[in-house]
Nanobody
Framework: QVLLQESGGGSVQAGGSLRLSCTTSGNAQCLGWFRQAPGKEREGVASVGQRPEWTRYEASVKGRFTISVDDAKNTVYLQMNDLKPADSGVYYC?????????????????????WGQGTPVTVSA
């Protein structure tokens, strides 16, 4: 059983920044950030693989969001800059049952077993 805990959400105005944290009871590898807006499906935002330089970003956040890893703290961060109202939603971090070279950075929510409880982000215009 892997436990994940997100923090760092809040309310900001458009153009502002937030840094989300996800602390895992496992290793800070093979971890995805997802978000879900009311009435919408959960979508992948960013992910990191076995190595911290193996990352991927959803097209709408590329250049604005950065995922990073602190192995010593078993924590993965999502730095979010130039936030837009469309970025609003509950942000979740998740990990698959197994982290290995087969981990798919582009995998959807169904590929993940362990989820945090989420942290809300609200961006006002």
């Amino acid at each position: 059983q892997v436990l994940l805990q997100e923090s760092g959400g809040g309310s900001v105005q458009a153009g502002g920044s937030l840094r989300l944290s996800c602390t895992t009871s496992g290793n800070a590898q093979c971890l995805g950030w997802f978000r879900q807006a009311p009435g919408k499906e959960r979508e992948g935002v960013a992910s990191v693989g076995q190595r911290p330089e193996w990352t991927r970003y959803e097209a709408s956040v590329k250049g604005r969001f950065t995922i990073s890893v602190d192995d010593a703290k078993n924590t993965v961060y999502l730095q979010m800059n130039d936030l837009k109202p469309a970025d609003s939603g509950v942000y979740y971090c998740a990990q698959p049952a197994v982290c290995n070279s087969n981990y798919n950075l582009w995998a959807g929510p169904g590929a993940y077993r362990y989820w945090g409880q989420g942290t809300p982000v609200t961006v006002s215009a």
